[in-house]
């Protein structure tokens, strides 16, 4: 993409020399001869960065870089002048100028400038950007007196070194209050890094926890960090800790209780300061009685325990938590904010939600995917959620122009539903017609949202 540089400069010769030279190096240049000309024209021009003279008849550089900056503070300002004083560059500094060119110009260092500052304003637009998107989609909704007490709860635990032990249902956002539990406390500026114990392979678990040096094994090409060091003065956060071997265990408690370990091949102790969250959504005391949880890491672990509870216990929250995953979703696909009608929310709210928060997600995205007017009805609830006793309608296919990826999916989704309805909820039973091993099911059930009744 080419990227246009606006030159305010009322010297015509400088004009004409920088527009053949960055014209040259694949810039498009507008040019402005005062300082009036730059405020007026820089929203037509789009540029990506400004060459600002400070010597401007009328409206002076200072000034004019004063009220560019007002428009978009993300817009690098060069300025230049043959005979600044410091007193000058102090104040456009001051005024957020993104560096100070010297005439004559040398241009080599000035393209390299140019370059750094497109650089620089790419970066602040997509931090941005994703400072934006973090915070959105990061944050707890819900009124309910559950999801009111859980935030007292993180606010409470968030600021000490307390492991915290998150446990509750598939998809009722125990990541999201992970992350929360971060946020409230003193470490929110430092990592916060993820590990999915049921992810990673045995074999790679203890290398991903503590990294390798070079040559640990076959494979470990270089040396790697692991993710205790990543987390250094952060939070590190093991999801899924119940699916974790024994060996494993064994391992991550000696680190809870020394905050020190050695990379996979090498006999260096290496020492941290990392906070742990721990999530899951197995019943972790049965998991002890059963021999498979170590009932020392679990006490290490459960200092301060969090329960989510599960959707159907804080119904109150649907409409929200719906209205919200609504207009995300339709944000997402930039299309006009679909409404809801009231009939909607009743009927959702008559439903179990065995897969909680996740589900009623899935099922916004998919009503709106689905919706061709401009609000939902209780008729685009889909008929899984309407009701298990109604049958689903039989071939019902996606209207074309929606795409094979997202077709396959609502097909996908309608197609397992059905068969699990007609096995009674019974997945060895519904794998078993659908031709699917029991954990190649288990594994598209969560993929695409489905959750089973547990009862
Ligand atoms: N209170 C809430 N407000 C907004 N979004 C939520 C809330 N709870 C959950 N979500 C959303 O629902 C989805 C599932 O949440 P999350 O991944 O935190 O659940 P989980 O308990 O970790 O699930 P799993 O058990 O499958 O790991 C995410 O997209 C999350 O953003
Ligand atoms: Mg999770």
């Known amino acids: 993409m080419s990227r246009t540089i606006l030159v305010v400069d009322d010297e015509e010769s400088i004009l004409v020399s920088l527009r053949g030279a960055l014209e040259d190096e694949g810039y498009e240049v507008a040019v402005a001869r005062s300082g009036e000309e730059a405020v007026e024209g820089v929203d037509a021009a789009d540029p990506d960065v400004v060459i600002l003279d400070v010597w401007l008849p009328g409206m002076d550089g200072v000034e004019t870089l004063q009220r560019l900056r007002e428009k978009d503070p993300d817009l690098p300002v060069l300025m230049m002048s043959g005979h600044a004083t410091i007193e000058t560059a102090v104040k456009a500094t001051k005024l957020g100028a993104y560096d100070f060119i010297e005439k004559p110009l040398n241009l080599d260092k000035l393209l390299l400038t140019i370059e750094h500052a ?19 989609t990061h944050e707890l909704i819900g009124e309910s007196r559950a999801i009111q007490e859980l935030r007292d709860q993180i606010r409470v635990v968030g600021p000490t070194r307390a492991s915290v032990l998150i446990t509750g249902e598939n998809g009722t956002g125990k990541e999201l209050v992970a992350r929360a539990v971060h946020r409230a406390s003193r470490r929110k500026d430092g990592p916060f890094v993820e590990v999915n114990c049921a992810a990673i392979p045995e074999d790679l678990i203890e290398s ?24 250094d003065g952060g939070t590190l956060f093991l999801d899924e800790i119940g699916d974790m071997s024994l060996k494993t265990q064994a391992k991550i408690l000696r680190v ?18 990392v906070r742990i969250i721990a999530a899951t959504n197995k019943a972790l005391e049965a998991e002890i009685r059963e021999g498979r949880f ?8 459960n200092v301060v325990p969090i329960e989510v509870p599960p959707l159907r216990e804080r119904v109150e929250d649907i409409p929200m938590l719906f209205r919200h995953f609504v207009r995300e979703y339709c944000a997402e696909e930039n299309r006009e904010p679909v409404e809801v009608d009231e009939g909607v929310f ?9 897969g909680n928060v996740r589900e009623l997600k899935n099922v916004a995205e998919r009503m709106v995917i689905l919706c061709r007017s401009d609000r939902l ?7 899984a959620v309407r009701g298990r006793t109604h049958e689903p309608r039989a071939g019902d296919l996606p209207e074309p122009g929606l795409g094979l990826r997202k077709a396959r999916r609502l097909f996908e989704r309608e197609y397992i539903t059905r068969h699990l309805a007609a096995a009674g909820w019974n997945v060895p039973q519904a794998a078993e017609a659908l031709g699917l091993d029991r954990s190649s099911l288990y594994k598209k059930l969560k993929e695409l949202g489905i959750e089973v009744p547990s009862s």
């Open 118 to 136: 497109v650089h620089a304003r790419r970066l602040a637009e997509e931090n941005r950007y994703w400072r934006e998107r973090w915070g959105r």
């Open 208 to 231: 991903e926890l503590f990294g390798h040096e070079k040559g640990a094994f076959t494979g470990a090409a270089a040396r790697r960090r692991g993710k205790f060091d990543l987390a």
């Open 256 to 273: 809870l209780q020394e905050m020190r370990f050695e990379r996979v091949g090498g006999t260096k102790t290496h020492e941290v300061d």
């Open 294 to 301: 170590r009932e020392d890491l679990f006490y290490r672990l």
């Open 346 to 354: 009743e009927v959702l709210q008559g439903y179990p939600w065995p």
């Open 377 to 383: 009805t209780p008729d685009d609830v889909p008929p």
